[in-house]
């Protein structure tokens, strides 16, 4: 059965949705278009696609060492610049494909040094699937909550030793991301704030996601902006309140973080409104959405 996040995700890609611009096409993704796309699973909206130029950025794919094993990465940055802040951009149940890659572009055209771990990479490789409950059932529900936190401290540490600012550190995810990015905002001293886009935030707990963020808002180091969808079928408003009764009892007992957050609902938008190359998407959200996270991070000290 499929929890939330991977719900959500499926009904993002059901034919016949349409975007506020109106109908789309729907076509295989290609391999060509960037790291690892599923192929067949991922419908393109190749009129609203965004396409982010590499001019002025230095980008590509690396590898970090977390404990003997090599966790590959995608990040972006401008050309020739020292000391920039950080954003760990946070992937989707699909991995680090070209949408991943082109959100740490505009981060990189902004003045960030992003990078996007591979978090799936020791379990395998979501690009091979087309079937959604198989990629859940295989990969997604066999990665542990603390193996992420330690790849994204990995992640910390390489930004830290090519030109980040170790100081200004921010950090950012869509869907199954937006779920880490409350987690890795209560479990780590190095971020300074997060934007979680759609992330689950309640669930039943088990070996390998023992606790979800209504459980840990008590502890929340990083304030966190949620940026959710008003008509998303997975993550019902009700969970929204639920999490923001648990950061409301947190901050009356003196978490600051926790009085620091905020969430902003966007009535009409669905699940993965900001995720430009499927059906689910929704232009005007998703750039208003954007525009609040470059906000959100400089308001709270990132840039």
Not at 134 to 142: C, D, F, G, T, Y
Request: aromatic share 10%; net charge positive; hydrophobic share 45%.
């Amino acid at each position: 059965m499929l929890n939330a996040d991977q719900k959500s995700e499926f009904d993002s890609l059901l034919p016949g949705k349409s975007t506020e611009d109106g109908a789309t096409r729907r076509t295989a993704l290609k391999v060509a278009l960037g790291v690892g796309y599923a192929a067949s699973a991922m419908p393109i909206m190749a009129q609203t696609a965004i396409k982010t130029s590499a001019d002025g950025l230095v980008s590509g794919s690396r590898a970090f060492d977390v404990e003997g094993v090599k966790v590959p990465f995608f990040f972006a940055a401008p050309e020739g610049k020292k000391n920039l802040p950080v954003i760990l951009v946070v992937q989707e149940i699909f991995g680090v494909h070209e949408y991943i890659a082109d959100v740490c572009r505009r981060f990189a055209k902004a003045g960030y040094l992003a990078i996007a771990p591979e978090l799936f990479s020791r379990q395998g490789d979501p690009s091979k699937y087309t079937d959604i409950p198989k990629l859940q059932a295989e990969i997604v529900s066999k990665v542990p909550d603390a193996q992420v936190m330690k790849d994204l401290d990995a992640a910390v540490k390489w930004a830290g030793a090519n030109g980040g600012n170790l100081k200004k550190v921010g950090i950012t995810g869509f869907c199954w991301g937006g779920r880490i990015t409350w987690l890795y905002s209560q479990y780590s001293s190095h971020v300074k704030a997060g934007v979680a886009w759609y992330g689950r935030l309640v669930g039943t707990a088990s070996a390998n996601t023992p606790k979800h963020p209504v459980e840990l808002a008590a502890g929340l180091k990083a304030p966190v902006l949620g940026l959710y969808g008003g008509q998303d079928g997975g993550i019902p408003l009700t969970t929204v309140n639920q999490m923001k009764d648990a950061l409301a009892e947190a901050g009356a007992k003196g978490n600051k973080a926790a009085q620091a957050s905020e969430f902003v609902v966007f009535k009409d938008a669905p699940h993965a409104f900001h995720a430009d190359y499927r059906a689910s998407y929704r232009k005007e959200a998703a750039a208003e959405g954007f525009q609040r996270a470059l906000e959100w991070f400089k308001a709270k000290g990132v840039a």
